[in-house]
């Protein structure tokens, strides 16, 4: 089969690789769309703090926003997952250790994940094998397009959870890419007065429907309740402190490429409760219900889908042509 394969800083192929095997308690999924994110470019660009501290290396494949169709199944698998529309978690926890035990598999310190750690190659390809326990079945009003968007759209969805917002609430979100647009969704669908800050595709923002979309400059010297923090920028979770109101929460989700700074006094004098967004695997089942009502739309998002051919210039900044304005790039591997 083709993938997308990794193998240095600025350095990839779409190349034949052997085709995946459905082992023991695993399954053969036949991929139909991929998430192309930011976590993806800085294994790309050779940033990834992964590759700095083990947990990842090259050659790798990516890929860990997807969807697509079982196509086999492995000895001790429910044989009916053959032909069924799925996704799949990326947090692959080894279902042994106490972490594992108490349901926080997403953090489990010996987790393998999906086209990001070592171990697991990715959906950046024809096809891609996972363990059949992390799949999560598609109802057929969630088309591969949503399907591809689960995963962002479960970090999201956490975000806005943890936000704790509703009606007569005010929160506001900095950083308008995909994780950042989403969580506004998401608060909007809650009931909440959503506010957006960033620098770019403040437009984009707009034509969502949100109204209330600022800069630094602009910012106004309302109270919000919550924010949530889906920037890389470094500077912006002091920000998120020093903005919220008193008693109020602050979602941090984003992840900045050097340190971010900020004084815990203030966390405690404020009486802040500071909450971190690590993984979707919580959050994929009411994403894909939230999508299937059409609680929330995330359609817009998807800018452009190309083949596996163009990752390698999307990867590097490259705009395909014709894209449209949204943040997200999609890949389908079948693409020609």
């Not at 989700?253 to 050097?258: D, H, K």
């Not at 490259?318 to 894209?323: D, H, I, Q, S």
């Amino acid at each position: 089969m083709k993938a997308f394969v990794l193998h240095a800083p600025g350095e990839a192929a779409v190349e034949e690789v052997p085709d995946p095997v459905a082992v023991p308690g695993e399954v053969v999924v036949d991929v139909e769309r991929v998430g192309v994110c930011g976590t993806d470019v800085e294994f790309f660009t050779g940033e990834m703090a992964y590759l700095h501290e083990g947990h990842s290396s090259y050659p790798m494949r990516l890929g860990h926003e997807w969807a697509g169709t079982v196509s086999a199944v492995g000895d001790g698998v429910d044989p009916a997952w053959v032909g069924r529309r799925v996704m799949g978690d990326t947090m692959l926890g080894d279902q042994t250790c106490r972490r594992c035990r108490r349901g926080h598999q997403h953090v489990c310190e010996n987790r393998q994940e999906v086209g990001v750690r070592d171990g697991r190659p990715g959906a950046l390809a024809e096809q891609l094998a996972v363990p059949a326990w992390s799949l999560r079945p598609l109802p057929d009003t969630v088309d591969p397009v949503l399907g591809a968007l689960v995963e962002p759209g479960g970090n999201s969805l956490r975000a806005a959870q943890a936000a704790a917002v509703g009606p007569g609430d005010r929160a506001l979100v900095l950083g308008p890419g995909t994780i950042g647009l989403l969580t506004a969704m998401f608060l909007r669908a809650a009931g909440a007065e959503v506010h957006l800050l960033g620098r770019d595709s403040l437009d984009f923002a707009r034509s969502l429907g949100f109204d209330s979309v600022w800069t630094e400059d602009t910012l106004p010297g309302v109270p919000f309740d919550a924010i949530v923090e889906a920037s890389n920028a470094a500077h912006l979770p002091a920000l998120a402190l020093d903005r919220v109101e008193p008693s109020g929460r602050i979602v941090y989700i984003g992840l900045a490429g050097s340190h971010s700074l900020i004084d815990t006094r203030t966390v405690a004098l404020k009486d802040v409760t500071a909450v971190g967004i690590l993984s979707a695997s919580p959050g994929l089942d009411a994403a894909i219900e939230a999508y299937a009502t059409g609680a929330v739309d995330p359609r817009p998002l998807v800018a452009a889908t190309v083949g596996l051919d163009a990752v390698a210039a999307v990867l590097a900044g490259e705009r395909p042509a014709g894209a449209g304005p949204g943040p997200k790039i999609h890949v389908d591997p079948r693409q020609r």
